[in-house]
C-alpha cells in the first residue's frame, strides 16, 4: 500500500534555533518528493520537488534532502523564525499529478 | 503570481442541501483538483480534471460531482450534503507534467448541521 508517514506529529522549538523533520514513503513507482508549508486556515505552499536523482534542494533557510533506496527524506529548517510556524507536509508522487499520496503533516511551532 | 480562488472561506449548510464550491484560478493551468483536509490525515483528492469537460474521479469521490465548462473555473457539488462531509475544501490547479507544482486556494471550511 503506497503511505507517506511524517515525524514527529508536532514539534515546538525556539526562535532562531534549527530543526529537521522526517518523511518516510512507501510509494511506487516513485517519481518525485514535495514539501509543502501550510499555515493555519490557508492552502498548502510548495517549497521544494525533488526526483530521483537529487539528494538536496535549498530553498532560503529550508533544505530538503531524498534518499531514494532507503525512501527517507528530511526537512531542514536554519535559524527559524516566528513565521516558520506552520504545518509541514510531505507528498510523493507515483507517477503524476494525478497520484500524489500526502502525509499528515508535521505541526511546527516556533516560541519566541 | 498563480491565484486560485474559491468562493468563500466558510460555509455553513443543512442536511440534505445542495452545495455548490466554486474555484477559479488566472493562469491558464490544465490541471485543477478538489480536495478534502480533515484533522490528522491527509488530504484526500475528490475529483481532478485536465481539460475543459474532462473529469476524474479520485480517492473519494462519493457523494460528490464535479464541473468544469471554462478553462479557469472548476466547481465541486455536493448533491445531497451529509453531515460526514464537514470539512476543509481545498482547491488547486498546475500546468501539465508530473513535476509540476500544485498552487492553492485558501480553502472552504464547509459544515454541515
Known amino acids: 500500500k503506497n503511505q507517506v508517514e511524517q515525524s514527529p506529529q508536532s514539534l515546538i522549538i525556539l526562535e532562531g534555533k534549527n530543526c529537521t523533520l522526517q518523511?518516510?514513503?512507501?510509494?511506487?513507482?516513485?517519481?518525485?518528493l514535495r514539501w509543502y508549508k501550510q499555515d493555519t486556515g490557508r492552502g498548502p505552499v510548495s517549497l521544494t520537488i525533488m526526483t530521483f536523482s537529487e539528494n538536496t534542494k535549498s530553498n532560503g533557510r529550508y533544505t530538503a534532502t531524498l534518499d531514494a533506496d532507503t525512501k527517507q527524506s528530511s526537512l531542514h529548517i536554519t535559524a527559524s523564525q516566528l513565521s516558520d510556524s506552520a504545518s509541514y507536509i510531505c507528498v510523493v508522487s507515483a507517477d503524476s499529478n494525478y497520484q500524489l499520496i500526502w502525509g499528515a503533516g508535521t505541526k511546527l511551532i516556533i516560541k519566541p | 503570481d498563480v491565484k486560485v480562488t474559491q468562493s468563500s472561506r466558510y460555509l455553513v449548510k443543512r442536511t440534505g442541501e445542495k452545495v455548490f464550491l466554486e474555484c477559479v484560478q488566472d493562469?491558464?493551468?490544465?490541471?485543477m483538483f478538489w480536495y478534502r483536509q480533515d484533522p490528522g490525515l491527509g488530504l484526500r483528492l475528490i475529483y481532478f480534471s485536465y481539460d475543459v469537460k474532462m473529469k476524474e474521479k479520485g480517492d473519494i469521490p462519493e457523494g460528490y460531482s464535479v464541473s468544469r465548462e471554462k478553462k479557469e473555473r472548476f466547481s465541486l457539488i455536493l448533491e445531497s450534503a451529509s453531515t460526514n462531509q464537514t470539512s476543509m475544501y481545498l482547491c488547486?490547479?498546475?500546468?501539465?507534467?508530473?513535476?509540476?507544482?500544485?498552487?492553492f486556494g485558501s480553502g472552504t471550511q464547509l459544515s454541515v448541521l
Open positions: 518523511c518516510n514513503y512507501t510509494v511506487s513507482p516513485f517519481s518525485n
Open positions: 493562469m491558464d493551468h490544465e490541471n
Open positions: 488547486a490547479s498546475s500546468k501539465q507534467g508530473a513535476g509540476e507544482k500544485l498552487f
